[in-house]
């Protein structure tokens, strides 16, 4: 049976490194993964509008046009994925991610979770529609060894 | 030409009663539109799981329970929804209200938002998706008169 | 806010009068729910084919084409459906109600099931992908009532 | 002619050898065929969930957490075929079984079911929506042989 | 229960009065079903075209013109159909009959082809993307009484 | 045979009243149509955006508040119709009525393009999606009174 | 600019050798398509459905049986084709032909229709819903050179 | 992360070698991007269909026949399009160019709109359904090169 490559969308949080982390994970273990994830430059990613298409005085048209441009990235990626892990850190409203794991569940994508244990109440109507709720980055590399190769820690 | 009834949700924040607001306005302006909401009575949407299905010791299924079956509620009506007005208050993460935008805006739904000015930025993302941000529940009501039937104050 | 009518379809095992039960409750409750059903006469759902198109000597194809007639109705009624409500009794294979279930998830319908605590096991699949599991017809009413119209009972 | 990938997922029974006996069978002709199946290992497919997520106290949550697991593989597998070959063999309920049969025809999949002569009846809701219906393995190997290759034995 | 309005599409051959048997027995039988087909007026259904849009001296963009006007009217009825009934009849090629049992079926209509006997082996892709095969327009509203209704002769 | 209502949305060129002749030809024939367009109050329709959401001080804003807060009402009536029709006027730009044809055209919408003569080249690819091509209003009535009653005057 | 490939599945007449016609002028013109057919061994594709799954006294459900197992091969490649070819010949009824067309057009697929001058009037639908009919095998070839290479005799 | 191939469509004007500068920017920045555009060739264009498939004494069944041959290529590579680009030139309707933005809105993907300063008013709508909108085609190079590559001079 030959590898399908399975591609896995990262959302949410930019602040940690927890995407390489799974990253890492998946090389390690040879697993046929395409990681994406969204720009993490927190920077570029707030003034990739008006950097490419001019300035603006008005702050919400400043975010718009950046906004605006990375969606092409996000809906494309998100598109593509076969599945889509959210991540949600301890800072910021982060409502950008919740809308990514909504959008994910729309799309029949298959979503998983990653939070803080004290965020579980707050995320209940995300994680009803998640098909694993995780705690940490090497949890997601273990589920994604166990559903592509079926192989499990122990078994 | 006949009217068509315009089906809108009202997602989001459920401890003011702006709802109640939109459809006064609606009432008054006699618009043909049918509102539909989340339940909104918050000890209920979070005990309807455990109250009909039964008790879990953990809160973690006690939540999943009873977000698994609000979102026979939610799905169902948005999908239904030619319109999603997504309001975002001042407290509570409000994960579940940006999940909600962001299904809507990938099941190509009009996505209207509703926020407070110092959200602008934390919400830029799903702005961007929205076809209108405003800040108080009249707005919506001027908007959909405006749509539904051309109706703009001093036009 | 109008009433939207909701449509819920029950699949599922056809020797018990829980169809009938579940009518009642509706009735009672007032709700704004039709309900749809296969055909429950066993010997006309099995001979509906034959009897209508001509006999079969060979029970395969006798069996055929009463399953691709019983189809139209299934399949129209799923489709329509914003609910499906699976039943799981305690005789016979009753794959074609694991079957129902199954397309019901593919469309996006929201899915409940019911079934005796005995087969929780074998049906954690069909469970993984439903809104809620329960265990007797009223329960669906309770889910309906609440669902509908935010009622819960003590709430 | 270019020869097209054909992806064919085998679904159902885990405790014979049946697939392997078509990966042989695919071999032996040189078909360009990739198969893909659920977990076989019958008791990582069980356990994964809490193996990687946690234990639970309640068998329903252990197995929720399992189910919702292999549901990434299985829903993914199954969008990404062309072909869904659903076999049925001599215990269990298998209801897993024919929800996935349920999903792949709501999805427009061709369909193919295995099944011992004497579940004719009880699964002729399910026949009624494949292309084929077939006993043995080896016959699964001749109809894609026939289906890719135009290749039939005497012909 | 309350009664859904079937929606039954009647294409195909326009030079008998089949439609209007099944009109009567539908009538006769009290079904809530809403009967539509093509323009069976031959004549106009040929120039619908030209004399609305102007003539055409080359007889290929005559029948261009009428062939789309009349496809609004084909393509709308049946996208809101329920069950498509395709009629082939004793005379010509009735290619369009076939293309739209083709465009039924991949709309994933339910398929009901009447035809002659002789005509089974050439019809045999058609009829096996049927739910049914019928004779007689009697057979048409006996299946639609059985389906809606449950009814069967003798049952 | 019941009258399903057809749904007709007229876009394009606001600055003639060739809406209303439609809207007339229909009363007249009695026709089972409801009509629906874009506000064509030019000045509204411009302005609705800042009128309702608060002041731009930059015109590309000013548009873009109203463009989008217009794309409810028309990809909601687009998305509802079973029939578009766009007239293209003698003056402006028009890429909005050109939009609202590929849209149509995109969704499977039965497309009916009006135009002057020399427009026809110009309009070679739009009128190439389109069911039919008009240049008067009386003839999308003859149009609709055909396609929906089969009337069609000398027949 | 890279080349896509583009799939082109060629339906309808299995009695000439339009098909290698086809085949030949495109590797001519080194152009990067991949054809498909159907099986083209007109008694093997009779027959298979009996030869693998057992024979049938009756011949509609040799038939039947057959037809479903082609199938699974048609509807593999029309939905994965970009363009769908469909040839009339002079003989039979080739209603599995114009059925493929529906199809193809239901999905949205580029048609183009190949037929012989004497059968324009009974293909008008068909040809209604295609992008180009032609008459021989190599202005299939032509059409193919323009449109992926903008290749054009002359130009 | 491995590269994915970003398919993009250049629709729009033909009178100048503005692909040419994206294509060089592309190769330059080694993005991984496939670009596709219309025959840019305006004869060839024109006069495709009845080169190939014979003359029309008509001017619109001439330009008829090209459009829907022109309309195979385009629907083709907007449908497998990451990417929309159109661009407004200074002269001609370009309806056609408003007609793909209207057709890829439509389809979800996404829409980044090029035009010269004087026609924002009038391409309102248009680019209220684009992801971006600019000015030169260096800018479409460094959208890509930000959103696929998260490069942004000066971050």
Redesign the interface.
């Known amino acids: 049976?030959?590898d399908?490559i399975?591609r896995v969308y990262l959302s949410g949080e930019i602040h940690t490194d927890w995407r390489t982390e799974i990253?890492r994970g998946i090389e390690a273990a040879g697993l046929p993964v395409?990681?994406?994830?969204p720009?993490?430059?927190h920077?570029?990613s707030d003034?990739?509008?008006v950097?490419?298409?001019g300035p603006e005085?008005?702050?919400?048209?400043h975010?718009?046009?950046?906004?605006?441009?990375?969606?092409?990235?996000?809906?494309?990626?998100i598109e593509?994925a076969?599945?889509v892990v959210v991540r949600?850190g301890e800072e910021?409203?982060?409502?950008?991610?919740?809308?990514?794991?909504?959008?994910?569940?729309?799309?029949?994508k298959?979503l998983?979770v990653m939070h803080r244990p004290e965020?579980?109440?707050?995320?209940?109507?995300?994680?009803?529609?998640?098909?694993?709720?995780?705690e940490r980055p090497e949890?997601v590399v273990?589920?994604l060894a166990?559903?592509?190769r079926?192989e499990?820690?122990?078994?």
């Open positions: 049976m030959a399908k399975w990253a395409v990681l994406s994830a720009v993490t430059h920077a570029a003034d990739c509008g950097a490419i298409l005085a008005d702050k919400a048209w975010d718009r046009k950046g906004a605006l441009m990375n969606s092409i990235r996000t809906k494309t990626l593509n076969d599945i949600f910021y409203k982060q409502w950008n991610a919740a809308f990514d794991a909504g959008m994910a569940a729309a799309l029949g298959n998983i965020h579980a109440h707050a995320l209940k109507e995300v994680c009803a529609a998640s098909s694993a709720v995780v949890q273990e589920i166990y559903v592509i079926g499990l820690s122990g078994y």
